[in-house]
């Protein structure tokens, strides 16, 4: 389903890749964890998927379609939720989801019941019609990641999803992210949080100063390095403790 | 169509929930036409009401100095204080900052003009061999003034001083010239009182077409004010932007399916609709407001459609300008500093302040850059000159032009700057 081919970037007033000649394959139905420190090129990486940006070199493929030439027909079946609460503080979360529903094309019924749905599924009904700035940092990040997939997407990039939030709602969020991959969304995603990434993610690939040090399912990786789990194997491979 | 309609309604709601950004985009411009209108018209209305406070310090008392201290009393502008003796006293008084200017009257003063002119006259009548030689003996009336006060007014205040003592010049003239007259002629001439005035002035505005419209404060403000207000929507429009890159949902709208021409577009019609509105405001608080100020009515003219397509092109201009400010500004700081600052600059250029004709030469080359002089203009054509769409053509093509301009400008911008990334 995703191809990246040799991709490197260096951003402007750099001398250092920021991503050096990474090339991944990602199947569909895969729930695929980038993984590595802060500054490792995860989000640098998750921003050329979406097609903010063009990579310095190589090829990025989705469905078969480039992203550096067809972005527009690859917009239409993904959906992003950035690591930022993107959502309009001053709007109620039906305000948000519609306007985000809408941009996505959907329309009428489809989006109403699509909206409807999801602050269901979410616990979030009853505060469908309050302002997203009355909102705590959870329910504000549930409300994030529905405005990602109001339209049933079939890729969905999560940059960092449960970030700054209390355990408890992370966990509901991971559990919502599991039903989704399950009804057949792919989901790339970027965490420094190892611990659920190992459960959470079917395949993972560890990026360090912009490569990949290692790539496979969490288990296997963890096994093979002798490991008692995937934070312990990250610091071996890695060397670093302080910023995971 | 679909999204477009989806990204104004969302950019509406946006901008009618943020009270502090209504206020500076309404409030704000309707409470400076008011008080910068109430300032000028009173400026304008030779300050009768609030008079200048001046010492007027008498050593002579004699024609001169009482004909002065009279013309002084009679343009109602000063407060006349005669209670300071000496030059000391007033000087004191006026540093303190009591008083704006004392004029002093030095001691023989009128005695020093009929010396001047008493041997003039003579020698207009005396035969050639009896000529006598004219040493003019100088006259200094001292006027001292307080630093602060502004060298226009001063200059205002001098040349009144000498339009007086001119004219009291010529009084003594006239007495002593009667004098000599009598002495020649044993018969006293009727001699006037004061000088006769057969000069005066009629001042009529020349319009290329019949009008009821009368040039005054309200006039002139109204278009001023409403321009700058409109640019002043540069400061929530950039912010606007900003926030929205700050937060991510910018991002967002990018990975989304659509043009960034649509983010764009919503943006320009709300913000449009929302000069519009102030434009509208300005226009009434000119006809029912400022009336109740006792200022004059806002005369709107007799072509509407003029007026509402200046209104709209400027609105354009000042949109255009705010997506720009807010596409390159990286921050709320810079924006909100180079945004006001930018707009305050190219006012001043406009004449929203200083009429553009009384600037000097290079500025009024320079003020041809501002897209709020080209409104001013084009406002300025239909309240003063009563315009037609004809007449407001070239300033509606420049306004509309800058929109486009500055729409591409920030489209390819944040574009270019995406891909250097």
Redesign the interface.
Known sequence: MIRLQNISKIYKNSTEFAVNEISLNINKGEIFGLLGTNGAGKTTIFSMLCGLFPPTSGEIYINNLSVRTQISEIKKIIGVVPQNIALYPTLTAKENLSFFGKMYGLRGKELTNSIIHRLEIFGLTKYADKKIKTYSGGMKRRINLIAGILHKPELLLLDEPAVGIDAHSRLEIMHELKKINESGTSIIYTSHYLEEAEKFCSEIAIIDKGKIITQGKPTELVKSANCSNLEEMFFKLTGNKSNV | M??LK??V??EF??LI??IPGLIILFIMPAAMIIVVTLVQDSTLKSLSDSKIKILYVDNDNDILSNSLKEGLLKSEIFDLDTSKVNYEQAKNEVAKGKYRMAIIIPEGAADTIRKNIKPVVENIFSAEQNQQTVNFKKLEIQILTDPTIKNTFKQTMISDLQKYTSKIETQILFKILAEQLEKMTGVKPDLLDKPIETITFKETFAFEKETSIKPNSTQHNVPAWTMFAMFFIVIPLAGNMIYER????F????????NYLTVLGSKTIVYLGITFLQFILMILAGIFVLPLFGLPVLNLGTHPFALLITALASGLAAVGYGILVGTIAETHEQAGVFGSVSVIILASLGGIWFPVYAMPAIMQKISIISPLNWGLESFYDIFLKNGTVSDILPEISALTSFFIFTILIAYFYEKAK????
Do not use: C, H
């Open positions: 679909y999204k989806a990204s309604i969302k709601l946006v929930r943020d700050e937060n991510g949902s991002f967002r709208l990018l990975t989304m399916p659509g995406r891909m250097k990334f």
